[in-house]
């Protein structure tokens, strides 16, 4: 196992934010199933975040969702993050849980509705200042089920005045991040479907305006890694909300469903620049944790982000070139695939024994003592946040 130094650095610089909801429970529409232990606060879920970043070292940043994890002082909850070794990063805006969204939200026809929906990226925005978060995103459930339901033109010209309205009241250091989805909750329509009119929207408004990818949001044989490069050539690429999915949103481990499609991704990433400092890619985590252990899922999963990211940077680079420049098709392939393939898991975990980390971080979650502590502490666990 040999990375250049820079490639080195690059691993050293790898930082994942985690989803707070992601240790709340979750389910389907079918069955929620709850965890003993599931945190009941905002602070609860900010602690189970701290034992993953305690025992990697890679997830030193929790994103909330609000109303998900509204709390009356954010202040205070950015200083209790900071005591628990976390920071507060991405405010993800959430207009899927009301009822007078149930046509939409920033694309609504009614401009009270709008109006309402903007406020509520306002009081995000507040958030953001009072947490120090650089980033909003925003994922809309905006759509229709039926042709002819909605006038598909008019409600892209609102959601354009809708954002520039939020765009204009972001500080000069923040960003707005904005998520696209194939479908879901609706099925015919979805206002910001895919990343062409993410991009289309984030150009309008301005350079702190950029997409995040959300790895279960495509059509099924999407090549994602295409979407990758393109949005990093393009300067766009502003997040990843990493998860894996067999057949749409499944929201499962990230790496788990297909690790030669994150490998494809973590390959895009490298050789676009987006690992390189201060390339402004934010690394997240989008999951939900149905039938398995929450935080031991997440911890998982950023090891899988890891582990490939560590084969993506092994890609000899040079030889790669020579093999494309000369046209050869085996021998570029070849290159490619001898990264993919090389097991990088001892490297890693004598890497993290050098930085008095364990070296298998799942198996000494599981010999701490914190499940069963929680279990026996915290009565009553929150869901993440549907169904409830
Ligand atoms: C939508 C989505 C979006 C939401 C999250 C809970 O499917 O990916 O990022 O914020 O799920
Ligand atoms: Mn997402
Ligand atoms: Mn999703």
Redesign the pocket.
């Known amino acids: 196992m040999s990375l250049t130094p820079a490639a080195a650095a690059a691993l050293d610089r790898q930082a994942i934010e985690l989803p707070s909801w992601a240790f709340g429970n979750a389910g389907t529409r079918f069955k929620v199933f709850t965890t003993p232990g599931t945190p009941r606060t905002v602070e609860e879920k900010l602690a189970d975040a701290a034992q993953v970043q305690a025992l990697t070292g890679l997830a030193p940043s929790v994103a909330l969702h609000i109303p998900w994890d509204l709390v009356d002082d954010f202040g205070k909850l950015a200083a209790y993050a900071d005591d628990l070794g976390l920071r507060l990063g991405t405010i993800n805006s959430n207009t899927f849980q009301d009822d007078d969204y149930r046509l939409g939200s920033l694309t609504h026809v009614d401009p009270a509705v709008r109006r309402k929906a903007v406020d509520h990226h306002f009081r995000c925005i507040d958030v953001m200042h009072a947490t120090g978060s650089r980033d909003l995103k925003i ?1 809309l459930p905006d759509g229709t089920n039926y042709p002819g339901q909605g006038d598909i033109r008019g409600r892209q010209d609102r959601l354009a005045e809708s954002l520039r309205t939020i765009y204009d009241r972001l500080g000069p250091d923040q960003r707005l991040v904005l ?1 696209y989805k194939i479908f879901e909750p609706f099925f015919y329509t979805m206002d910001v479907p895919d990343w062409g009119t993410a991009y289309a929207h984030a150009t309008a408004l301005g350079d702190r305006a950029v997409v ?1 990818l ?1 790895t279960g ?1 495509h059509a099924p044989s999407t090549n994602v890694e295409f979407i990758v490069a393109q949005l990093l050539r393009l300067g766009r690429l502003g997040a990843f ?1 990493f998860n894996s999915r067999f057949y749409a949103d499944d929201d499962l481990i990230v790496g788990a469903a297909d690790p030669f499609q994150l490998f494809r991704i973590l390959a895009e990433v490298v050789r676009g620049g987006g690992m390189d400092a201060g390339s402004g890619v934010q690394f997240m985590l ?1 999951q939900c944790h149905n039938i398995e252990d929450k935080i031991a899922g997440q911890i998982r999963s950023v090891l899988n982000v890891e582990e490939m990211t560590a084969r993506a940077l092994l890609i000899d680079r040079d030889a790669l070139t020579a093999a494309q420049e000369a046209g050869d098709v085996l021998g570029a392939n070849a290159v490619y695939m001898d990264a993919f393939w090389t097991d990088v898991r001892p490297w890693l975990a004598d890497r993290r024994e050098e930085r008095g980390l364990p070296r298998d971080p799942v198996a000494a979650y599981a010999a701490s003592g914190y499940a069963e502590q929680i279990a026996a502490e915290r009565v009553g666990g929150r869901q993440a946040g549907w169904g409830a």
């Open positions: 994922w998520e995040c959300d949001h909300d989008d």
